[in-house]
């Protein structure tokens, strides 16, 4: 019955992951890593290696670092100034409080707009820097859920192989 509950628990941990893609408080990578480690301390500490945690740990750094460089290479090619790339990322969290989950798409994407007009940008040019964000924030999502899906199932052929 308590393995039942452990399992429970880790499926709803990594099914909290992917909604952490739309509601950008809720820490991703830190409920993955409450599944691992209830199934590391709470089921069998012997199943997952060395291997397993170096990778983990490869993959998170990725994963925590994958949202800003995205959002800051795409505001930036496409025009974008640092005021821009930085209100992006703020608007992101901010949005996901506004509207979710479509706040997180329309508030970074208003919030450059306004920025990079008020810092005298024609409105081609700002509305190019606020698809950046949006493209930047898009890609950044797609690329987190494969790596976390790539977490999962390293999780997964761990504990059976």
Not at 21 to 36: A, D, E, H, T
Not at 115 to 131: D, G, L, Y
């Amino acid at each position: 019955m308590v393995e039942v509950l452990f399992w429970a628990i880790i499926i709803v941990m990594f099914i909290l992951s992917f909604v952490g893609l739309l509601y950008p408080v809720i820490p991703s990578v830190l409920l993955l890593w409450v599944g691992f480690l209830l199934y590391h301390f709470g089921m069998n500490g012997d199943a997952l290696g060395w291997v397993f945690w170096s990778a983990m740990i490869v993959f998170t750094v990725i994963l925590i670092v994958a949202d800003i460089i995205a959002n800051s290479f795409f505001v930036k090619k496409f025009g974008g100034s640092k005021w821009g790339e930085r209100l992006a990322g703020v608007a992101v969290i901010v949005g996901s409080f506004i509207y979710p989950p479509f706040g997180i798409l329309v508030v970074p994407f208003v919030t450059v707009l306004i920025v990079e007009m008020v810092q005298k940008r024609t409105v081609e040019e700002a509305f190019k820097a606020s698809i950046g964000s949006l493209i930047g924030f898009l890609s950044g999502s797609f690329a987190k859920a494969f790596i976390q899906l790539v977490m999962i199932a390293a999780f997964v052929i761990g504990i059976i192989f």
